[in-house]
């Protein structure tokens, strides 16, 4: 069906930059939607942006103003800028699409996960 592939996380101190990304691969008739949610240990998963195929975009309060989320639409590719992190931004992030699949009775609305990518934020 839909495959999610995140790249980009790792290992970064308090203040710096990061920039994930996230390609859809897969039988896909068409993406409408993508984007990125995160879960740190002890707590539950959370949503941080998404972006539809339009290029309107939604962030969690908690990253406004330090997160932009783009996409490239040819590539079915969303990314994730994220500058001046915090402690509190470690967690594993998982790329999320909402597309469209061929059946038999036509394309399908369909959702989809990536396996998930480290983000570390720490001295």
């Known amino acids: 069906q839909v495959q999610l592939v995140e790249s980009g996380g790792g290992l970064v101190q308090p203040g710096g930059s990061l920039r994930l990304s996230c390609a859809a691969s897969g039988s896909i008739f068409s993406v409408d939607a993508m984007g990125w949610h995160r879960q740190a240990p002890g707590k539950q998963r959370e949503l941080v942006a998404t972006i539809t195929s339009g290029g309107t975009t939604n962030y969690a309060d908690s990253v406004k103003g330090r997160f932009t989320i783009s996409r490239d639409n040819t590539r079915n590719t969303v990314y994730l800028q994220m500058n001046s992190l915090k402690p509190e931004d470690t967690a594993v992030y998982y790329c999320?699409?909402?597309?469209?699949?061929?059946?038999?009775?036509?394309?399908?609305?369909?959702?989809?996960w990536g396996q998930g990518t480290q983000v570390t934020v720490s001295s």
């Open positions: 999320n699409a909402v597309t469209r699949i061929p059946t038999g009775n036509g394309p399908r609305p369909h959702g989809s």
